[in-house]
């Protein structure tokens, strides 16, 4: 019972706050609390516009800047068209293959199996290409 409230507290603690950032933000847009329904409307509508293009914004940044891990030709294809974090599991599973060495008949295949990524097997057949998106499985 008191862990339950302990965990009860905690999320009205939470909540509280974003509610009073959130008041507090639009407090700061408003000029003053006695103006009409309309300019309170278009305020906040400015106030979501701008949330927007922020959002916007960063999206596009993660889709554009790339890290130096993935700039050599075996995510050459794969750029853009799957996640960051598919890209990290794959720069894990080509260390991977590094560490077997020439024997890829020890992988086990569990990328494969759970995530639907390239295990160090198939990844050794791409030591001089790119990596194929079909190779991903897509979710």
């Not at 295949?109 to 759970?114: A, E, F, G, H, Q």
Request: net charge neutral; aromatic share 10%.
């Amino acid at each position: 019972m008191v862990f339950n409230y302990c965990i009860f507290v905690m999320f009205v603690v939470y909540f509280k706050c974003k509610v009073e950032s959130a008041h507090w933000a639009l407090k700061r847009v408003l000029p003053n609390s006695l103006e009409d329904l309309c300019s309170v409307w278009d305020a906040m509508n400015n106030m979501i516009m701008l949330q927007h293009i922020e959002i916007k914004a960063s999206f596009e940044t993660s889709t554009h800047v790339v890290g130096h891990v993935f700039k050599k030709t075996l995510y050459k294809r794969l750029l853009g068209m799957v996640s960051r974090n598919t890209l990290n599991e794959i720069v894990a599973e080509v260390e991977h293959l590094r560490y077997l060495g020439n024997d890829p008949s020890s992988c086990g295949c569990v990328m494969r199996s759970t995530h639907g990524l390239p295990c160090a097997c198939e990844l050794s057949r791409y030591t001089t290409g790119s990596i194929l998106v079909d190779s991903v499985h897509m979710f």
